[in-house]
């Protein structure tokens, strides 16, 4: 067989050649912007070019600020494309962790949204700035995009390159501990958008309109624009408006067929009110990050008829590394019965080329490697108690297997309650507080104990004019868990703190609780 290097490139050459005129679409602080896959793998050229002419070559860090949208893809395929590493900075960090990624990954160059131009500190190290106009803002001193664009070349020639060389990188979000850089290469990009776009997984097609609601700094989307861009699907960014009823309203008026994102997010297009946008465009949701209650499921089926498909991942995974799908009716499940539910509410089989393995000796902690599977972090020579001598990856999640074969995440070892020599599982405590028709979110957090060590404490967010109280909601779960795992102490709060990319903030409610 022909040795042909697995390259980002071809994601842009494939889409221009045989997909030329499959729309584009990216909402900005005014509008909506249309273009084509013809023109924008035109502009990444041209992107290149000035990028070249700039002084960046291979291996240079080049760090986008941005929300979802149109020129934020076209980094997504230039900077690769021309050898150079794409660094997606998340926007929502803490400016101290912000400046620690920028210095530790060496960005030269960072491309930002004029709408997130008074966000943004600036950066030490940064040799230049260029500024995405996505509506008003200004950033002195900054070059701008749309000049740049028209400076380039329309016919530079992406390179020939080594496609164990790096494509982009992305830090953890830091939900445990200081964000650690995770580089993934050409090779590994393209297996796993080739992966996601498999019918099991996001089953990615031509004819959907695919809309990345998950950022495409939290794990390059999680493969979309590039698994979308690969099959030749059309794309729609949402920009800066990312509230529930502003997503709605765009997956309505751009007839939206897939999405994918975190749990809170599809949690708050349930609690729109009986006026919310019609989601009959969409034929699936990929949900993950977190675990996804049990109720989420049969909410979004019940009110919407749309299926959210659970999946699971990591940074470090690139990340989609499971997803959970009922196995074929003729092995006789009804989908309706509360047997399947629970299957679907497991984070499923592993991708192919993943493998796993569960470590008794660490309590069930699930173990897993894989070509698009991080061998080490970034720079961190020292951090390496997460990967095992004969090369496996420590996920710092607890599994059970269901079913035979579907992974079921118990919990992160670091958010288990160990009471009295025995562990409790955060995640099923939460997800069964969260099956109360009077609650919209829940966490649970360990909280230390003189008698047990640690003992759960419940963190619960009422709805509207609710007036459940504590024995409420241990008599709700006395018939559903082991009575032990009954927590002594629930505190009603306004809402769970979430971390910069929509997770529950468990660090957060410990400091305060603890
Ligand atoms: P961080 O570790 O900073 O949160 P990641 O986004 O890489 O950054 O998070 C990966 C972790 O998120 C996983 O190890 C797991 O604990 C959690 N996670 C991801 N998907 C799911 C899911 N479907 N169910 C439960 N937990 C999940």
């Known amino acids: 067989m022909m040795d042909v290097p697995l390259l980002v490139r071809h994601i842009a050459q494939r889409a221009e050649q045989v997909f030329p005129e499959r729309e584009l679409v990216s909402r900005t602080q005014e509008g909506i912007e249309r273009s084509t896959y013809a023109r924008v793998v035109e502009r990444a050229r041209r992107l290149a070019s000035a990028l070249t002419q700039l002084g960046i070559g291979p291996g240079d860090r080049v760090a986008t600020f941005g929300w979802n949208s149109l020129r934020h893809f076209e980094l997504y395929l230039a900077v690769p494309s021309m050898g150079a590493v794409l660094h997606t900075l998340n926007i929502r960090l803490f400016e101290d962790d912000l400046r620690y990624v920028a210095a530790h990954a060496e960005d030269r160059i960072v491309f930002l949204d004029a709408s997130l131009a008074e966000t943004m500190p600036h950066l030490e190290g940064i040799e230049h700035e260029v500024l995405m106009p996505d509506g008003p803002g200004e950033r002195p001193g900054a070059l701008d995009y749309e000049e740049l664009i028209a400076s380039g070349d329309p016919a530079f020639p992406f390179p020939a390159l080594d496609e164990r060389s790096a494509a982009a990188m992305c830090y953890t979000s830091g939900t445990t501990g200081r964000p650690k850089g995770v580089v993934y290469s050409h090779r590994s990009t393209l297996l796993h958008a080739l992966g996601i776009a498999l ?132 092995r006789g499940r009804d989908p309706e019965s509360d047997e399947a539910y629970a299957l679907r509410a497991t984070q499923g089989h592993v991708q192919p080329l993943v493998d796993f393995r569960v470590d008794a000796e660490a309590g069930g902690e699930l173990l897993v490697r894989g070509p698009f599977v991080a061998a080490r972090y970034y720079g961190d020579e020292g951090d390496d108690e997460r990967f095992t001598e004969d090369g496996w990856l420590r996920t710092g999640d607890v599994v059970e297997l269901r079913d035979g074969s579907y992974l079921k995440l118990v919990d992160r070892t670091k958010d288990l309650v160990k009471s009295g020599g025995e562990w409790i599982s955060s995640v099923e405590l939460e997800g069964t507080i969260m099956g109360h028709p009077e609650v919209i979110e829940a966490a649970v957090v360990a909280v230390a104990d003189e008698r047990w060590g640690e003992r759960p404490c419940a963190c619960v967010v009422r709805t509207k004019g609710s007036e459940l109280d504590a024995d409420g909601i241990r008599a709700f779960l006395a018939e559903r868990v082991a009575r032990w795992w009954l927590p002594e102490r629930v505190e009603f709060i306004d809402e769970v703190p979430k971390t910069s990319v929509g997770k529950f903030d468990k660090k957060a409610l410990r400091r305060r609780f603890a």
Do not use: K
Request: aromatic residues 6%.
């Open 199 to 330: 019918p099991d997984a996001m089953g990615l097609r031509e004819r959907d309109s695919v809309m990345p609601v998950v950022p495409m700094f939290h794990a390059n989307a999680w493969g979309l624009p590039y698994g979308a861009a690969l099959v030749g699907a059309r794309q729609v960014f949402p920009g800066p408006q990312m509230t529930p009823a502003a997503i709605a309203g765009l997956i309505e008026q751009e007839h939206v067929t897939f999405t994918a994102g975190v749990p809170t997010i599809w949690q708050g297009l349930l609690q729109l009110g009986d006026d919310a946008p019609s989601l009959a465009s969409l034929r699936e949701i990929v949900c993950g990050g977190s675990a996804v209650p049990e109720t989420l499921l049969r909410g979004f089926d019940a009110r919407f008829g749309v299926p959210i498909v659970q999946a699971w991942g990591m940074t470090e995974t690139s990340p989609l590394a499971s997803a959970s799908r009922l196995p074929d009716d003729e």
